[in-house]
């Protein structure tokens, strides 16, 4: 089945969500905000939540996740609907409109506002030749379901929050040794207290400074880890059903040049800066993904993005009706209902 | 006295402040911000203090002047210094740098930000022919000092908050009579009934629906106005030292291009989007008073010209250094002191 909308905008970052309120604003009745995460919030949201952000209008500093669930807030007068944890997977022409396809659903829309920002955020992967044969069964980079860790030998690899976490939850149903470059790991002191007391307890085994050297097993299934030493290079081996390895998260540039639409080297799409229509008809980009001329990488650019955005899909919505443009002290904000 | 800056913003309005804070980002060490009027916030605090806006990104709705002080706020940081009351009279070149001449002061900058939004805000003047040969004596459009009203007899024309709070205020020194066209005010409900109570009391003399017809006297000083009833027509004469009048305010585009400085047709002064650049070096427009294709009057516009405009700022205060771009979430706030 195909949802039909207004505009899909692609991205639940910050940028994604404002547009959402700005083509609201331009009389969008229906809009769909798609992500290939499962929350909304984008970068901010997944890679620094608590770090203050200095640069946005009249916030002397505001959290990534406070600016998030503002712009969520001030999204919802218009009713977005999210479609979260959808990887696209094709954008194609249908008349005059625009189908996307992802891995959970078909969206047609007038009109597509791509705010991608940086590129689809993804685990990086653990750096070695054979990891790949046992990704989805031996290795993890994240845990969707608990229970289907429970009785194993788990070994997690890496020292920041996400590591010491699953650690610490993992330990309750299964064997979990933590395997550690350095005795030193990046996280909130509270859950460094409870890491500490574990390994004393003798609830979790921490293997330090080891680094992961070789998965052993018929893949994907695993059967040993062999780890070596960083102080003298010896190789032990252990038994493991499964590794769950947190390296930290980085972006990828989606390739939106498989779909016709024109980017730099870089990967940025490239657009008309009055407008951020891209060489396609109907789609537009804007915030981090798009470049133009002059284009600043700052949120303060994708808001002002989003408004330009917006204002060049409302011929799209109403064909041939004059716009008028008011200020929402005088007008207030359009009834979506209307 | 010259007084030297590396930047100089002419107008203290949203995105003159906003800008003082891109500037600082930027690395200026020591930025004016001039305006004409007495107060910060520009129209946003003249026009509308309490009127929410619903655009502004991440803020669902603020007020007007919650608005501006937020932004001030956030400029605070890098202790711009604000130049009030000083309409400005003069820019002109001085070696590669520019002189902006006030009524009150000159200043030197490296590069100068016009944020002059929809021009200069004035008092809307009464529609007399002989008007003008009473302003500043016999006829006020505003109190900078309420002594030099002692005693007097004193016509106040206008309905709006601005006729009726002065009414108040002077009536216990003073004797006023109210003149307006209707019997209905336009203020707030406790000023309202202020107003009702000291008519009652007899403290000010209400005299409606009349309108201002003739100034008597030698001018600029006066003796007499005639009022003239909206009833029947019939004319009035009483004893009047001093009129003020409360039309309203409206803003009045400058003649930047008296400067030297490319306007359009309709006032505005046209940039390079990329950088909000005017065809002079050094000087740049943002805001409501620049144009450029594509341009919207949105206040999230202004604020992302206001960052392009610092980012083009930028080699002409550190002439041959690169810039580095970062995000204020990694590098913080640059320290001003340093």
């Known amino acids: 089945m195909t949802e039909s909308c207004d505009v899909a905008i692609i991205g639940a970052g910050p940028i994604g969500l404002f547009s959402a309120f700005t083509c609201g604003m331009m009389g969008a009745k ?17 890679l620094y939540p608590e770090k203050p952000i200095y640069d946005i209008p009249a916030y002397p500093f505001i959290e990534a996740k406070d600016l998030v669930q503002n712009l969520y807030q001030q999204a919802q007068v218009f009713k977005p609907i999210y479609a979260l944890n959808q990887p696209i997977t094709c954008l194609k022409p249908a008349n005059s409109e625009w189908i996307i396809e992802t891995t959970a659903a078909h969206y047609q829309a007038k009109a597509i506002i791509l705010a991608t920002g940086s590129g689809q ?38 020292g920041g929050d996400s590591a010491l976490d699953w650690a610490l939850l993992l330990c309750k149903q299964s064997k979990v040794a933590l395997v550690h470059r350095r005795n030193q790991f990046r996280a909130h002191p509270n859950t460094l ?52 390895a947190f390296f930290g998260l ?49 949120i303060v650019s994708g808001f002002s993005e989003a408004a330009s955005a917006s204002h060049a899909i409302y011929p799209l919505l109403y064909p041939g009706k004059p716009r008028k443009i008011g200020y929402s002290t005088t007008q207030g904000i359009p009834n979506p209902s209307l």
């Open 121 to 158: 955020i993804c685990p990086n992967p653990l750096p070695l030749p054979e990891a790949k044969a046992y990704e989805g069964q031996g290795l993890l980079y994240s845990v969707s379901e608990k229970n289907a860790l429970l009785n194993q030998n788990i070994i997690i690899v890496g």
């Open 193 to 244: 207290d409870k890491i500490y007391a574990a390994i004393a307890l003798g609830d979790i085994t921490l293997l330090e400074p080891y680094q992961l050297h070789r998965l052993i097993g018929p893949a994907p299934h695993l059967k040993m880890v062999e780890l070596q030493s960083l102080k003298d290079g010896g190789l032990i081996q252990i038994s493991a059903d499964r590794v769950l």
């Open 250 to 298: 980085s972006s990828q540039s989606t390739h939106f040049s498989d779909f016709g639409i024109d980017q730099d080297k870089q990967g940025q799409i490239i657009v008309n800066p009055a407008t951020c229509s891209t060489n396609l008809n109907g789609i537009f980009a804007i915030g981090d993904c798009a470049t133009y001329s002059g284009k600043l990488k700052l």
């Open 30 to 46: 229906s809009i769909y905000i798609i992500d290939a995460l499962p929350h909304i919030g984008g970068q901010c949201q997944a």
